[in-house]
Nanobody, 131 residues
């Protein structure tokens, strides 16, 4: 079965850095898009960064230049490096993928942008930024 297991995160002061990792299993990882989403208390879940099957990346405007999404296909692992963190980045962060056979090149290269399209979620990791 599909599993997404996150690690990392934690608490840091504003201006600091954290890294999230997500180990994926149960599906052909390199063929599908992957994404990081976050949800702050009282707010909707939003896409933070995504990487598609071709390696192209997209970021939420508010994190551009500060966050970097990357992956190691040999390890089926997704990363999110977060630098210059701000209190408004405080949230639960979730690893996610769109994986629903049959294979769709459109979903693989254009998906993982909105929460409603996600098929599988990790359990989430808390990131807390203090001012």
């Amino acid at each position: 079965q599909v599993q997404l297991v996150e690690s990392g995160g934690g608490s840091v002061q504003a201006g600091g850095s954290l890294r999230l990792s997500c180990v994926a299993s149960g599906f052909p990882y390199s063929r599908y898009c992957m994404g990081w989403f976050r949800q702050a208390p009282g707010k909707e879940r939003e896409g933070v960064a995504r990487i598609d099957a071709d390696g192209s990346t997209t970021y939420l405007d508010s994190v551009k230049g500060r966050f970097t999404i990357s992956q190691d296909n040999a390890k089926n692992t997704l990363y999110l490096q977060m630098n210059d963190l701000k209190p408004e980045d405080t949230a639960m962060y979730y690893c996610a993928t769109e994986y629903k056979p049959p294979y769709s090149e459109t979903r693989a290269t254009m998906g993982c942008r909105v929460a409603s399209g996600i098929d599988y979620w990790g359990k989430g990791r808390l990131v807390t930024i203090s001012s």
